[in-house]
């Protein structure tokens, strides 16, 4: 059982699913995970999807890169590494954003580059702490 992990949160005891108490916190910026569960199940790896649109809202760098939600994966990947946990990414998973839906999706050849600002941006921003992208 970990004692203290590293949180930039509140730590707060709680008891988790396996009846086991851990501290745990909710990393409630966009979405709601608790890493208590994550550390109550002993897990070795977290495979989580990136959203391209929280990072690049309107889905190029030219329309600018969303600090916040930059801020989120840093957290995310910093928690998870802070408890021994290795993150895994996943570029793309049915989240392009609407300004580049609305010019075609993935018909428009324009988008290959576009993916390639958005997976390059990644791996600047978070190639340093995810081995798995």
């Keep these: 059982m970990l004692s203290q992990p590293a949180f930039h949160a509140h730590l707060l005891?709680?008891?988790?699913?396996?009846?086991?108490?851990?501290?745990?916190?909710?990393?409630?910026?966009?979405?709601?995970?608790?890493?208590?569960?994550?550390?109550?199940?002993?897990?070795?790896?977290?495979?989580?999807?990136?959203?391209?649109?929280?990072?690049?809202?309107d889905g190029t760098l030219e329309g600018g890169i969303n600090p916040p939600g930059v801020a989120y994966y840093n957290a995310l990947i910093d928690g998870?590494?802070?408890?021994?946990?290795?993150?895994m990414i996943t570029l793309y998973h049915w989240d392009l954003p609407q300004t580049l839906q609305d010019t075609g999706g993935w018909r428009n050849e324009d988008l290959v580059q576009r993916f390639a600002d958005y997976a390059r941006l990644a791996y600047q921003e978070f190639g340093d702490r995810v081995g798995y992208h």
Aim: net charge positive; with cysteine; hydrophobic share 45%.
């Design 13 to 57: 005891p709680v008891m988790c699913p396996l009846g086991c108490l851990c501290l745990g916190v909710s990393m409630n910026l966009y979405i709601s995970i608790t890493k208590t569960t994550v550390i109550c199940l002993q897990l070795h790896y977290y495979r989580f999807s990136l959203s391209w649109p929280r990072l690049l809202p």
């Design 80 to 87: 998870l590494l802070a408890v021994g946990i290795e993150p």
